[in-house]
T-cell receptor, first 116, second 113 residues
Framework: GAVVSQHPSRVICKSGTSVKIECRSL??????MFWYRQFPKQSLMLMAT?????????EQGVEKDKFLINHASLTLSTLTVTSAHPEDSSFYIC????????????FGPGTRLTVT | AQSVTQLGSHVSVSEGALVLLRCNYS??????LFWYVQYPNQGLQLLLK??????LVKGINGFEAEFKKSETSFHLTKPSAHMSDAAEYFC???????????FGTGTRLQVFP
């Protein structure tokens, strides 16, 4: 299967600072990537769709000024959590859709963000 | 609108027993369906996908799923559970004409020795 990497795997930051998370498709080009948030013992919540070369599409209720997404190349999307607060602490997971009929998504290993 | 429903948030089986994780879908068009597995503090791994090519889909790690249109189901099975199968399992459907996925609420599989 396709491989998606995510960095960092864990990050701890102070309240008010910004954190950048990188998502890379290692062996395929991804015109579309996705960013999810997952709370403990819950399913994934789609935050936004990242489109290469254009603006991200955010889901309802997700603050686009707080969660900045940049998809500068066909293999890299970044999520920046700006002015982080403790309530932003969560597990963030990215994915990329592969070409083909099903357009299945392959997921990164996730990033555990803790805001103190 | 499309959706998936996973029946049973927790399933417990003994090692060597049959694993059955239930997923029902709702879709007005032929769906693309997926099963993913998530181990603690990790991302999701694709187990298998349904694309209408065959109703019985074989995936990795000995899992398979059968698409039943009459029952709107896509249940995941494995003949013999292994301790390493203990994880969270998610069923998902692709939203028509998009690449988005809608996930079920997940089923936690416990395997007892």
């Amino acid at each position: 299967g396709a491989v998606v990497s995510q960095h960092p795997s864990r990050v701890i930051c102070k309240s008010g600072t910004s954190v950048k998370i990188e998502c890379r498709s290692l062996d395929f080009q991804a015109t579309t990537m996705f960013w999810y948030r997952q709370f403990p013992k819950q399913s994934l919540m789609l935050m936004a769709t990242s489109n290469e070369g254009s603006k991200a599409t955010y889901e309802q209720g997700v603050e686009k000024d707080k969660f900045l997404i940049n998809h500068a190349s066909l293999t890299l999307s970044t999520l920046t959590v700006t002015s982080a607060h403790p309530e932003d602490s969560s597990f963030y997971i990215c994915s990329a859709a592969v070409p083909g009929e099903a357009r299945e998504q392959y997921f990164g290993p996730g990033t555990r963000l803790t805001v103190t | 609108a499309q959706s998936v429903t996973q029946l049973g948030s927790h399933v417990s089986v003994s090692e060597g027993a049959l694993v059955l994780l239930r997923c029902n879908y709702s879709s007005s068009v032929p769906p693309y369906l997926f099963w993913y597995v998530q181990y603690p503090n990790q991302g999701l791994q694709l187990l298998l996908k349904y694309t209408s090519a065959a109703t019985l889909v074989k995936g990795i790690n000995g899992f398979e799923a059968e698409f039943k249109k009459s029952e709107t189901s896509f249940h995941l099975t494995k003949p013999s559970a292994h301790m390493s199968d203990a994880a969270e399992y998610f069923c998902a459907v692709r939203v028509h004409n998009t690449d988005k996925l809608i996930f079920g609420t997940g089923t936690r599989l416990q395997v007892f020795p």
